[in-house]
Every structure is written in structure tokens, then in C-alpha cells.
């Protein structure tokens, strides 16, 4: 090859990667024991009229762990579980229906304290240009600690689900006070009414 031929190869390479795409992690850093937790990833392709397929690879570094191990793959509308750790504890939550994945995103169920550590999202996607394929590999990573719920979250949310009931019983009340009231002018109505007619009665009796 050329020079001139390795350089242009070379620009058209970076120009790929600058229009491509791009990844971005969109997911809270703090998850709660032993309830679900959110791990989002947006692929961002930027040249949306480019045909292409892609696929998502999430690896897993615990806490206590040098290196990244494999964790989850979703690629041609299959999820498939690596890590024997979250076994029947991960789902995808990410786009569905289409080759060309946007949304890398899964769910963690029943969140444990050995799940803390850092997570890498990793979008392969492959762009399809005419009489070319360009191959493009995009990650990014979050680091994701466990916190309990403290006594006065607990008390908040208790708080919050005894306001709602006791609203609705107060509108319940509110609503069984207002028929009555409708229901009993609706009666002195009719009396008033009843007793009108006895009156003309009485003045003016039938012959």
C-alpha cells in the first residue's frame, strides 16, 4: 500500500468513528439491596440513514477483582446470561425489534452487596455502506455501589402510602355526606311539594 493510500485509509477510519456513534451511560450509581436495579446505555449513532446491525456485550468487575469478566450478551433478539453469579437475575431492557440496537440497557433483580463494583457496556455495531461494512466497537463504564434503606426512607415511603389512603377515605366520606345532603333536599322538596297540592285541594274542592 501507498502512503497516500494508508493515510486516506486512515482518515476515512477516524471519520467513521467521528460520525458513527457514540455510547453514553444513562444509570443511577447507588443501588439498593435486594431490589432491582437499572443498568442504562445509549448508542447514539449519529448517521441514522446508514443501514447497520449491532450487538451488546456488558462485562462485570467486582469490587474485589482485578479484571473484567463477560457478564450478559444480547445479539440477534437473544439475551444470554454469562456470568453464572446472576444467573436468572439479569433482563434485557434495552430496544427490541430491530438489528440496529440504541438501547443497551438491563436489569439487575434482587440486588446483593457482591454485585458493588464496575460494569463496562460495550455496543459492536456494524455499518453497512454500499459494497462496504465498516465494524465499530464503543464502551463505556459506571461504577455502582449497594446502600440500605435507612429507617427514615422506610418511615417516608410508610408515610406517603398512609396519606393516600387516608385521602381516599376522606373523599369516600366527602361523597356519602354530599348524597345525603342531595338525597334529603331532594325529600323536603317533594313534601313541600305534596303538601302545595293538599292546600289547593282543600280551597278549591272537586264538585
Known amino acids: 500500500k501507498t502512503p497516500k493510500l494508508q493515510e486516506l485509509q486512515l482518515f476515512c477510519k477516524v471519520?467513521?468513528?467521528?460520525?458513527?456513534?457514540?455510547?453514553?451511560?444513562?444509570?443511577?450509581?447507588?443501588?439498593?439491596a435486594d431490589e432491582g436495579f437499572k443498568l442504562g446505555c445509549i448508542s447514539c449513532k449519529r448517521r441514522g440513514e446508514v443501514k447497520a446491525t449491532a450487538f451488546v456485550k456488558w462485562s462485570f468487575k467486582a469490587s474485589d477483582e482485578n479484571k473484567f469478566a463477560d457478564l450478559f450478551i444480547y445479539q440477534n433478539g437473544r439475551a444470554d446470561i454469562i456470568d453464572s453469579r446472576f444467573s436468572d437475575r439479569l433482563h434485557w431492557n434495552g430496544s427490541k425489534k430491530t438489528d440496529d440496537l440504541q438501547d443497551g440497557s438491563i436489569l439487575i433483580l434482587n440486588v446483593t452487596f457482591n454485585d458493588s463494583g464496575t460494569y463496562m457496556c460495550t455496543f459492536n455495531r456494524t455499518l453497512k455502506y454500499l459494497n462496504y461494512e465498516h465494524h465499530i466497537s464503543d464502551c463505556m463504564s459506571l461504577s455502582v455501589s449497594l446502600v440500605t434503606r435507612g429507617l427514615a426512607?422506610?418511615?417516608?415511603?410508610?408515610?406517603?402510602?398512609?396519606?393516600?389512603?387516608?385521602?381516599?377515605?376522606?373523599?369516600v366520606i366527602e361523597m356519602i355526606y354530599c348524597y345525603r345532603k342531595i338525597s334529603a333536599?331532594?325529600?323536603?322538596?317533594?313534601?313541600?311539594?305534596?303538601?302545595?297540592?293538599?292546600?289547593?285541594?282543600?280551597?278549591?274542592?272537586?264538585?
Not at 460520525?19 to 443511577?28: I, L, Q, W
Request: contains cysteine; aromatic residues 8%; glycine residues 4%.
Open 153 to 171: 426512607s422506610i418511615l417516608s415511603e410508610v408515610m406517603m402510602y398512609v396519606s393516600i389512603i387516608g385521602l381516599q377515605v376522606w373523599l
Open 185 to 207: 333536599a331532594g325529600e323536603e322538596a317533594l313534601r313541600e311539594s305534596a303538601s302545595r297540592k293538599s292546600l289547593r285541594i282543600l280551597k278549591f274542592p272537586l264538585s
Open 15 to 32: 471519520l467513521f468513528k467521528h460520525f458513527a456513534s457514540c455510547v453514553e451511560v444513562d444509570s443511577n450509581t447507588e443501588a439498593v
